[in-house]
């Protein structure tokens, strides 16, 4: 039986193991201190320690790493691809913002959404990533660079809400003052629009945002788009995230990627006005990543601004997102995908 990861415990959790050993409970900061502060390698390094407790650790807990295989980097944007100790491929992506440094991180090897635009969608699911192969993905970027990551968004290969278990425990580790230290408020979960999970996510004591991968304004169309719609239909969704609005106070973002001809009409953008009106929401305009898997084109500079006019006009809150690794394999699964290719 494989020993479980040291990176996979809450601090709740290794509490409890630790006092289950006889230890007393300030044994748990301390280790988390030399996990998340000094980044130490091994329970050898943690020189405050009894022998025979970092004996007792080594025996039963792991300290292993993901491996960084590949990095490509470009002025805003570094693509991580991570190799993971079974021998499959994730990837990460860093951007670098005038306000601090962000991290997309992978939920999932694979992804069982089958979105039509999404290169993640085109490798299905092979499983869900535990806690610590998410934890580790901030941890290996930040020792990279030798820079402390501000914000993580969960939008990278993977549905975060089909991991729904370990995508929480994710948050509670990396938000743990005591661990990695990254504000709620500067973690933010992104779902296709998986209706029982968000219900399930808005009952949690967590201040962490929320964003809706919707990218269509009507069913015919994000149907055509994204599966996920045949189970829970606009309708459905839509009433899901006033709820979580009313009862979190809390604004979501509506992420909307732009594609050529398909859903960047103003005709489109009018109907995504009516969806959201009066809604605490703000859409995020996504230039598409394009790929060379995937027929889909990405909406002129001069479309995006048309739509992003028309919905201001319309008194939603609006923004472009600015492009990130448009000349590297930035796009979801991109890199995963090249690698898969050449083994």
Avoid at 24 to 42: G, N
Wanted: aromatic share 10%; proline share 3%.
């Amino acid at each position: 039986m494989r020993m479980r990861n040291i990176f996979d415990y809450t601090y709740e959790e290794l509490n409890d193991y630790l006092i289950s050993l006889g230890e007393k409970s300030f044994r748990t900061k301390q280790i988390w201190q030399w996990l998340y502060i000094h980044k130490v390698k091994s329970f050898d390094e943690m020189t405050n320690l009894s022998k025979e407790l970092i004996n007792k650790l080594k025996n039963n807990i792991s300290f292993d790493y993901l491996v960084i295989k590949t990095k490509q980097e470009s002025n805003l944007t570094n693509k991580y691809l991570f190799s993971l100790p079974d021998g499959n491929y994730i990837e990460a992506v860093l951007m670098k913002h005038d306000y601090g440094l962000s991290v997309c991180v992978s939920s999932e090897v694979g992804c069982n959404m089958g979105c039509k635009f999404c290169e993640s969608g085109r490798l299905k699911k092979i499983r869900n990533l535990e806690s610590f192969e998410i934890v580790e993905q901030i941890m290996l970027i930040e020792e990279d660079l030798k820079q402390r990551i501000d914000s993580v968004v969960v939008m990278g290969i993977g549905e975060p809400f089909d991991n729904y278990d370990n995508i929480i425990k994710f948050i509670k580790i990396i938000n743990n003052p005591f661990g990695l230290a990254i504000g709620a408020r500067h973690i933010t979960v992104s779902t296709c629009g998986l209706v029982p999970k968000i219900k399930e996510f808005m009952n949690l004591p967590l201040q962490v945002n929320l964003a809706i991968s919707l990218h269509a304004p009507n069913d015919e169309l994000r149907s055509s788009l994204m599966p996920i719609n045949k189970a829970y239909p606009l309708a459905e969704l839509m009433a899901c995230l006033k709820e979580y609005i009313q009862k979190t106070n809390r604004r979501i973002t509506i992420e909307y990627v732009m594609l050529k001809e398909v859903n960047d009409s103003l005709e489109c953008a009018d109907k995504l006005a009516n969806l959201l009106k009066g809604m605490n929401a703000y859409v995020n305009l996504i230039p598409y990543n394009e790929t060379s898997h995937i027929e889909f084109l990405k909406s002129s500079k001069n479309q995006i601004r048309l739509f992003y006019d028309y919905l201001k006009k319309k008194g939603i809150n609006v923004t472009i997102r600015k492009e990130f690794g448009s000349n590297i394999d930035a796009a979801c699964g991109q890199l995963r995908a090249k690698e898969g290719e050449l083994k």
